[in-house]
């Protein structure tokens, strides 16, 4: 069978991962860890688990890997601008550094939560490996709403929340990056508090603490759409193997802010037709295709999708244009019938329901952790490929790499030199996956941890385990 043949193959009947097989590691139970299939965190490490035992992985390294080494909690009061004192939680949770320094971004949400973070983190050490980038695997959290404060109550925590953590991380230590509600205006926030308290490193290299910095900070070209570019790689990388050309391919895509209008917008340049997308604010279907730069446009003039088919559409008839979109139930939009299927918006958001509405070929997961076990099952069970998020989602720890680089070396790499260097980790990290799905015939995901974990066992083997 040639490489082609397996991957339609794959399409067509990929290996099931059942119910019963879920959470069954003995290293859950001598760590006490209570067995909750919904428990972000307990998800993102039985995939390690399960990789570790195709690679038959020490037991000691997959109890080291089971829990982050360091998990730090921090409490900080921020003066409002009412003059009244508010107190905020913020998290740092550091998983692991055998490949280099903690990486990973800060997410600022209202329902932030320990155990999503150690997900979070748990994930980077897996996607670092993927890509190889030589960074380990963190990430950060505070519990805030940024549209709920104003601009200078939003700075002050802020630096108070990069304070309070100043003494864990620093610019070959732990270098934290944009998330959920954090962007290039708070990593330079982060930046400049980092830079006057830390006496220990010259300002200029301070900068590295943080990347995906605005580009006249030391931010890098290309970092702004990168995880989007890097979700298009692995597709154009991927797809014809499955027998879907990407030049005609059709896509709806569930969410529409930095990866999602970034992707759709690259892969639109590569001849795939968006046709349906939804956010927070709705959901819009055209199957002759979306004007995808129109609609980025319209996000940024009202906040999202929604009203976009009848601002664009026939305004005598009531119908859509080609540039305009139907507004579609949640529904419609769901069982929308595409080549690709890309969740690009929060966590755990295609449970059993949405997996059953689903009529596409491949779920190509952009957003960390979109998918529910149970979901995950059901799409397997249908036939539909599930791309895993550490190997989708993986160009933005991979440019901001690329930031942290060009930040060492005082220069600024031109977009092409971005571009090419983010596309060979991409394509590299894709068929690395596809050679351990090949070799261990297992799913795509399974494969994907397979790929890292592979990486990490090596490099402990060569350290051993300290003194
Ligand atoms: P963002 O805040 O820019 O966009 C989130 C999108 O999700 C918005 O379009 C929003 O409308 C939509 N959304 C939120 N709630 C929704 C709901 N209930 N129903 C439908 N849509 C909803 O965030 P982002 O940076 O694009 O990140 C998206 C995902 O990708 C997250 O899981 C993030 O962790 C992951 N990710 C982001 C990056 C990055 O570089 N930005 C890197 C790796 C992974």
Redesign the pocket.
């Known amino acids: 069978m040639s490489a082609t043949e397996m991957a339609k193959a794959s399409i067509a009947a990929p290996t099931n991962r059942q119910s019963e097989d879920f959470l069954t590691s003995s290293v859950f139970d001598e760590l006490g860890m209570q067995r909750d299939p919904n428990n972000l965190y307990l998800q993102v490490i039985d995939s390690v688990l399960r990789a570790a035992e195709y690679l038959e992985i020490p037991h000691h390294l997959q109890l080291i890997l089971a829990q982050p080494k360091n998990e730090i909690m921090v409490h900080f009061p921020v003066r409002m601008n009412d003059g009244e004192y508010r107190l905020f939680k913020g998290y740092r949770v550091q998983h692991n550094n055998i490949l280099g320094p903690y990486k990973g971004?800060v997410?600022f949400h209202p329902d932030v939560h320990l155990d999503d973070v150690k997900a979070?983190s748990a994930l980077m050490t897996m996607k670092c490996s993927l890509v190889r980038v030589p960074y380990g695997g963190a990430k950060g959290g505070c519990k805030v709403d940024p549209r709920a404060i104003d601009r200078d109550e939003l700075m002050r925590v802020s630096r108070r929340f990069i304070a309070a953590i100043s003494n864990v991380i620093g610019p070959d230590i732990d270098i934290p990056?944009?998330?959920?509600?954090t962007n290039a205006q708070t990593m330079a926030w982060f930046a400049d508090t980092y830079m006057n308290i830390s006496g220990s490193v010259s300002r200029q290299d301070a900068l590295r603490v943080v990347t995906?910095k605005p580009l006249e900070m030391g931010g890098s070209l290309g970092r702004e759409k990168?995880?989007g570019q890097g979700v298009v790689d692995v597709l154009v990388e991927l797809l014809p193997d499955m027998g879907i050309p990407i030049e005609g391919a059709t896509v709806s895509l569930?969410?529409?802010?930095?990866?999602?209008?970034w992707m759709a917008r690259l892969i639109a340049d590569k001849g795939a037709k968006v046709v349906a997308v939804?956010?927070?604010?709705g959901a819009i279907r055209n199957d002759e295709g979306i004007d995808v730069v129109s609609l980025a446009e319209h996000?940024e003039e009202t906040g999202?999708?929604a009203g976009f088919g009848a601002s664009h559409g026939d305004t005598r008839t009531g119908r859509h244009t080609q540039a305009g979109a139907d507004a579609v139930s949640e529904e419609e939009f769901y069982r929308t019938p595409v080549d690709v299927f890309v969740p690009?918006?929060?966590?755990q958001?295609i449970d059993e329901e949405k997996a059953g509405w689903l009529e596409c070929k491949v779920v190509a997961e952009?957003?960390?952790?979109?998918t529910t076990p149970v979901g995950e099952r059901l799409l397997q069970k249908r036939g539909i490929e599930v791309l895993p998020?550490i190997l989708c989602?993986?160009?933005?720890?991979t440019v901001s790499y690329l930031e942290w680089v060009q930040n060492k070396q005082s220069v600024q790499w031109d977009l092409e030199r971005v571009d090419s260097t983010l596309n060979k980790h991409m394509v590299l990290a894709a068929r690395r996956t596809q050679l351990a799905q090949h070799r261990f015939e297992c799913d795509m995901r399974t494969a994907a941890y397979i790929a890292a974990l592979e990486q990490i066992a090596k490099v402990y083997a060569l350290r051993g385990i300290f003194p």
């Open positions: 971004g997410r979070l990056a944009p998330d959920v509600g995906g990168a995880t569930l969410g529409f802010g930095n990866v999602g209008s939804m956010d927070h604010t996000v999202g999708v690009a918006a929060l966590e958001m952009a957003a960390n952790a979109p998020a989602n993986s160009g933005g720890v």
